[in-house]
């Protein structure tokens, strides 16, 4: 078992930043990739971004890269998103994931635990 809280969102204006933590307990972090997903009212679940075991490698969904920045510290068991020019669109509830899977993905339904979610609200 792994549990995941996240922390860190709030309600900004658009252009601003905001990091989100995940914190994990449990079984060895480093054995998991680990992902951020969003899902905004009335609309489904999607892919944020994903971070390698390692921290060795990163993936974004076209609609965040270049803007967020996913990194890990496997010593403190810690996951963040850096997410900088925010847009009234990125405006969901961000929920961190962990991966059993060999390898990095986008696919939700390879993530094997998930945490409660934080609220981010970027206001125009």
């Known amino acids: 078992q792994v549990q995941l809280v996240e922390s860190g969102g709030g309600l900004v204006q658009a252009g601003d930043s905001l990091r989100l933590s995940c914190a994990a307990s449990?079984?060895?972090?480093?054995?998991?990739?680990m992902g951020w997903f969003r899902q905004a009212p009335g609309k489904e679940r999607e892919f944020v971004a994903a971070i390698h075991r390692s921290g060795g490698s990163t993936d974004y969904a076209d609609s965040v890269k270049g803007r967020f920045t996913i990194s890990r510290d496997n010593a403190k068991n810690t996951v963040s998103l850096q997410m900088n020019s925010l847009k009234p669109e990125d405006t969901a509830v961000y929920y961190c994931?962990?991966?059993?899977?060999?390898?990095?993905?986008?696919?939700?339904?390879?993530?094997?635990?998930w945490g409660q979610g934080t609220q981010v609200t970027v206001s125009s």
């Open positions: 994931a962990a991966s059993g899977y060999l390898i990095m993905t986008r696919r939700g339904s390879l993530y094997d635990y």
């Open positions: 449990g079984r060895a972090f480093d054995n998991y990739a």
